[in-house]
């Protein structure tokens, strides 16, 4: 099993539409972090969670430390919101563990 | 201010060659991590340097090796490249080994 389980692996959803990613860890962290993923590689970073919930324009991200789970939410989904969404944790220090990702496909 | 720096940014190498590849911190950062991702697949951790030094090393053979400079910058070298070797190379600096990560838009290495 692996560290970092994400789901849904694949989404396709109708522009518009309210979209949740999960991801849920078996380890202790210090923090974890949700990247944005776009064809022809460049990762991007959204945001770094230790606790609570934190909000970026149509993005909200929550984390349970207690519950070792985390959501990414997308509010009014739009096409260039497609890409592949990754969980990552920071077990203690020194490396991310990553998630195998979350293709998200936004429909005009 | 400028982010992560990767160079080159696509490379097609022959097996058995052997390939360096180059990676500027954002300022203020002194760790880069390097991973290593296939495609399909999520990014696995190779090494992490500070302070000029391997901190850390993933499940990673020898032919991959790392130096870090004293102003920070970074190469990953990969000798004797086999075709399972093709991937996008990714790196990342921090301002401390806790998280901050800023990543580079990543090498795609194609070995043939």
């Known amino acids: 099993k692996n560290e970092v389980e994400q789901s849904p692996q694949n989404l396709t959803a109708q522009e518009g539409e309210f979209i949740t990613i999960n991801c849920s860890y078996s380890v202790g962290i210090s923090a974890l972090h949700w990247l944005q993923q776009h064809p022809g590689g460049g990762i991007v970073s959204l945001f770094m969670?230790?606790?609570g919930k934190k909000k970026h324009g149509r993005l909200i991200a929550t984390i349970n430390i207690q519950e070792k789970h985390s959501s990414l939410h997308i509010t009014a989904s739009h096409p260039r919101d497609s890409a592949v969404y990754i969980c990552?944790?920071?077990?203690?220090?020194?490396?991310?563990?990553f998630g195998q990702g979350t293709r998200l496909t936004i429909n005009p | 201010d400028a982010g992560v720096t990767q160079s080159p940014t696509h490379l097609i190498k022959t097996r058995g060659q052997q390939v360096t590849l180059r990676c500027s911190p954002k300022s203020g950062h002194d760790t880069v991590s390097w991973y290593q991702q296939a495609l399909g697949q999520g990014p696995q951790f190779i090494f992490q340097?500070?302070?000029?030094?391997?901190?850390q090393r993933g499940n990673f053979p020898d032919r991959f090796s790392g130096h870090q400079f004293p102003n920070y910058s970074s190469e990953l070298n990969v000798n004797a490249l086999l075709l399972g070797d093709s991937a996008l190379y990714l790196c990342?600096?921090?301002?401390?080994?806790?998280?901050?990560?800023?990543f580079g838009s990543g090498t795609r290495l194609t070995v043939v």
């Open positions: 990552a944790v920071l077990p203690g220090a020194q490396k991310l563990v």
């Open positions: 340097y500070y302070e000029e030094e391997e901190r």
């Open positions: 969670l230790s606790s």
């Open positions: 990342a600096s921090s301002p401390d080994t806790f998280g901050g990560y800023t």
